[in-house]
């Protein structure tokens, strides 16, 4: 088995750095704390839109609206994250808990993870 060790990887042409286009990796993911953005990439900020309702922009936009941001919520209830609004450099998040007294009520004081799957433009 071979090993590699490098410090920056750069593109074919030797000067620029590599691509994230064409590969399966996550190509953005977000972790918030209540409305706290404590870890993240390829995300430039989060607008809080209330209660359970953010949108994140993209640093690096997607080739076009069709792609997957997946979400859950760390919580001791059941949650559901539910990402509407799609733009190639944003998305819309809703985060309610679906098993908890008053049904569908936004979650408030918990932590949600997202990850982005698609092609950078």
């Known amino acids: 088995m071979s090993t590699i060790k490098a410090d920056t990887i750069v593109a074919a042409d030797g000067t620029s750095p590599v691509t994230l286009t064409k590969q399966e990796a996550a190509k953005a993911w977000l972790h918030l704390n209540v409305d706290t953005v404590e870890d993240s990439f390829n995300i430039a900020s989060v607008a809080d839109n209330g209660t359970g309702d953010h949108s994140p922009s993209l640093t690096n936009a997607m080739s076009n609206s069709h792609y997957s941001a997946c979400s859950n ?41 997202t990850s982005i799957h698609g092609d950078l433009a």
């Not at 809703?94 to 008053?102: I, K």
């Open 73 to 113: 919520i760390q919580q001791n209830f059941m949650g559901n994250a539910h990402n509407v609004h799609v733009s190639s450099s944003s998305f819309r998040q809703y985060l309610f808990y679906v098993n908890h007294p008053g049904s569908n009520n936004p979650a408030v004081d918990t932590q949600a993870d």
